[in-house]
């Protein structure tokens, strides 16, 4: 079992944050071999799909490499030229832009996309001798050294198996047209491939299974590491900042949210007209005041508006009392003693409204600390 720094057998399966930490370090799975492998697959469906194209391409480099007695060298040569060079930009578009998508797409499977700055930073200790005397004989050296016999094994053999077999064609190609040449090259092209996915197949597999058991084996931890993450994610003045900040942050909405469903309940919704709106209930036999349903400001005091006339509670503008009762108030409790009087006048102005009796709106005596502006700042005097 590999040990930590204290000394402890590393045992435990590493935690989120540790495999987290690990990637922005760079450490992710990935094979070189299977990159290998889906890109000679993928240069073998190119050549395969391609068809014919091997002949055709063979029979247009043959005439470009032709002209006329009649023509002019110097101009026929460039053109020529011109020709091939834009046929082999676009042999290299189609063959290189669907490997750099395979390529792409495999890492994405083994081990995901990363991108990890961490792991292309210059470190001085890469630059010390003796630790790289240790590399070269750590495990990671003697499976390395594995995978080139087997490469040279298995693939050295595939490709001697194959083109031994090709030998009698290939002394037949230069007797040949271009095109039918071509055509011979190609498919033993692709024979040879074939042969070598077989044996990189065998590479990968194992190289793949290798890389994935070393990563999680690096990432490893002991009790007494597991130990001090907890401390350190729990002891986190940052953390505990955050998870404070999210909780008051749902309460506040949750909060919010059933303040708006209070709102046709209400008894009068007292606005600024626009900024502020406080929804009041007055039952005598539930509290001794009235109670702060629900109030808000700019798009809230919208919504609590809307609410209102939704549900028929009578709105009136007192645009001072408003702002008294949202810098001085809370929801679900009872409105400040010092407002007493000027919401008891407003209560009763909305009693006889909603009972189709004249009335005027009151004058409202409204403490002068309690004055405020917009803003919550004491309003200044006149």
Wanted: charged share 25%.
């Amino acid at each position: 079992m590999a040990e930590g720094d204290d000394g402890q057998e590393k045992t435990e399966d590493p935690t989120p944050r540790r495999k987290e930490q690990a990637r922005e370090d760079g450490k992710v799975v990935t094979s070189k071999e299977v990159f290998v492998l889906f890109s000679i697959i993928s240069a073998m469906a190119i050549i395969s799909a391609a068809g014919s194209m091997g002949e055709t391409l063979a029979g247009s480099w043959a005439s470009w490499l032709r002209w006329d007695s009649s023509e002019q060298l110097d101009s026929i040569i460039i053109q020529r030229l011109k020709e091939a060079l834009w046929a082999l930009f676009l042999i290299g578009m189609g063959i290189g832009i669907p490997m750099l998508a395979l390529t792409i797409g495999v890492q994405a499977a083994m081990g995901g996309l990363n991108w990890a700055p961490k792991a292309m930073a210059f470190k001085p200790d890469k630059m010390d001798p003796l630790k790289g005397l240790k590399r070269m004989v750590s495990m990671k050296s003697l499976v390395e050294l594995g995978k080139a016999l087997m490469k040279v094994g298995l693939l050295g053999g595939a490709a001697y198996g194959v083109l031994l077999s090709q030998i009698p064609e290939m002394e037949l190609m230069y007797t040949m047209a271009p095109g039918p040449a071509a055509a011979m090259f190609q498919s033993g092209v692709i024979r040879l491939l074939s042969a070598l996915i077989v044996g990189l197949l065998v590479i990968g597999v194992v190289d793949y299974g290798y890389q994935f058991y070393s990563l999680n084996k690096s990432l490893k931890m002991s009790r007494q590491e597991l130990k001090d993450e907890a401390k350190q994610t729990e002891g986190s003045p940052e953390l505990k900042g955050a998870i404070r900040r999210r909780q008051m942050e749902a309460s506040q909405g949750a909060k919010r949210a059933k303040a708006l469903d209070d709102v046709p309940n209400a008894t009068a919704v007292i606005t600024n007209p626009t900024h502020f709106a406080i929804a009041l209930r007055y039952a005598p036999e539930e509290a001794d005041a009235p109670i702060i349903l629900a109030m808000g400001r700019g798009a809230m005091a919208h919504r609590i508006m809307e609410r209102a006339s939704k549900a028929r509670v009578t709105t009136v503008q007192a645009p001072p009392l408003a702002r008294a009762l949202y810098y001085t108030g809370q929801i679900g409790e009872m409105i400040p003693e010092a407002l007493f009087v000027a919401v008891a006048a407003i209560l009763a102005h909305v009693y006889r409204l909603d009972h189709d009796m004249p009335t005027d709106m009151p004058d409202l005596d409204i403490p002068k600390e309690l004055r405020l502006d917009e803003h919550g700042r004491p309003e200044k005097e006149a």
